[in-house]
């Protein structure tokens, strides 16, 4: 849970989730994003989620994640 | 040759700083005055002085530019301005700069390079936020991760933490023990910008998070500090006035996986971090039963949980149970001194000096009020899978 915002343009976001995703499974094939379902969420290691994508602007979309039930 | 320099080289005297907020003083001008101390502190002339190693990092991620001899300094500044003509001057560009600049300077001093060797680290306290940045476009590896909000060491150190927390059942009162160790022991060193200011537990768990399960005692205080180290072959060392402090042997951790940028699972530090201290017991020929001063890398605390793991001092996720439980309280009898010198946390952002200080004190007899009875050391800095560490000795063995 990010609490403090060290680039311009997040301040508004705050707090924040990061999660460390392992691809499919794969141990090697990682990537980082925003955990799309609040800092409450009952997050732990392991935990399954999916793809989703936050629109930030015209053209821009950035890849996140939400929890699977 | 895995032997290679084991307990050739040793320091021959130092000199440091006040710990500080801000000089008020651009940073060269007292590293000048530091280096002149630590020459002298030695037994030796300026001119005797011919080998110059350190690295010159500015370690934030924040927006500021770095000028030599005004917030950084290089060894070849620090040379041309105390008047020598260095036969060699090398700078360390990896992580782990203290062991990894320690390291050039054995080299430098085995092969004959150089003679008397002077090992600088000087830190400056930027204006501003430490870390903060006004970016707003990302390119090369960034792009993977900053338009998240992942960005800076906070995030890189908040998750890795929280991987082990959850993964070994620890606690922010685990965490909180090795803070208020590192502010106790800061609290009685002079020179520190934490002197006569401990921190009991309550003050840490009513501090506010940062990046989960981190909050701002977790971190070192930026600072501005210098230390100066005099390194020469054991053989000149006898001739000295202080009592040499050998180098029995160093290492480095990496290569590490390719990951994006301060993404540092867990696993990864693990395994890295292994073979950095297997690299090390077998350079230096000891091991961590032979090891009474270890002096573990603090500059985060959740890294003296995984040095005090991977060097063998305490089994895989055992270590936060070791320390809640009083075995680094440098205070009782049978406590591992990790933090005896306050490592990072209770001196500040010093990037391995407060380690390095307090294995050259106590090794050299030279710890006054402090002194411990103590034969091996080691000092460490950053994390054990880009860091590094040196084995320090007071006998040749």
Known sequence: VVRQAFLPGFADDLPFVLVDVAIGGHDDLRLIGRLLDGPDAPLRLGAAVSVTFEHLDEGVAVPAFSLEP | ?397
């Open chain 2, 1 to 397: 040759m895995a032997t290679f320099g084991r307990n050739r080289v040793a320091i021959a005297g130092y000199a440091q700083s006040p710990i500080v907020k801000s000089f008020g003083r651009p940073l060269g001008a007292v590293t000048v005055d530091v280096a002149r101390a630590a020459i002298a502190d030695a037994g030796l002339r300026v001119d005797q002085v011919d080998g110059f190693c350190a690295s010159a990092l500015l370690p934030t991620a924040g927006d500021h530019s770095p000028v030599d001899g005004v917030s950084v300094v290089t060894p070849n500044w620090l040379a041309a301005r105390l008047g020598c003509n260095p036969r060699y001057a090398s700078g360390f560009q990896g992580y782990g700069q203290l062991p990894g600049s320690i390291a050039l300077a054995v080299n430098a001093l085995v092969t004959g390079a150089a003679d008397h060797v002077l090992v600088h680290r000087a830190l400056h306290n930027p204006p501003g936020r430490y870390h903060a940045s006004g970016r707003v476009e990302a390119r090369g590896d960034a792009q993977w991760v900053m338009p998240q909000g992942f960005f800076g060491p906070l995030p890189m150190i908040g998750m890795a933490a929280n991987e082990y927390l959850q993964r070994y059942g620890a606690t922010r009162e685990d965490l909180g023990a090795v803070v208020v160790e590192a502010r106790k022991n800061g609290s009685r060193i002079p020179w520190s910008v934490w002197h006569d200011r401990p921190l009991d537990l309550d003050e840490y768990l009513a501090s506010p998070l940062i990046a989960d399960p981190v909050c701002r005692f977790d971190c070192d205080m930026p600072v501005d500090g210098v230390a100066c180290f005099v390194l020469t072959t054991g053989d000149r060392a006898q001739d000295l006035p202080h009592a040499p402090v050998y180098v029995a042997g160093y290492a480095s951790g990496a290569p590490t996986r390719h990951r994006l940028p301060l993404h540092w699972p867990l696993d990864d530090i693990y395994e890295v971090g292994s073979e950095t201290a297997r690299r090390l017991w077998e350079r230096a020929g000891v091991g961590p039963s032979e090891v009474d001063l270890p002096q573990l890398y603090d500059g985060f605390s959740p890294f003296v949980w995984l040095w005090l793991e991977v060097l063998g001092f305490c089994p895989r996720g055992e270590a936060h149970r070791f320390v809640s439980g009083g075995g680094i309280d440098s205070d009782v009898p049978g406590g591992l001194p990790v933090l005896s010198g306050g490592g990072a946390l209770g001196n500040g952002r010093m990037h391995g000096v407060p380690q390095m200080v307090e294995c050259y004190l106590q090794l050299s007899g030279r710890a006054g009020s402090r002194q411990r009875d103590t034969t091996v050391g080691v000092a460490c800095h950053s994390s054990p899978h880009y860091g590094g560490a040196v084995v320090y000795s007071a006998e040749r063995f």
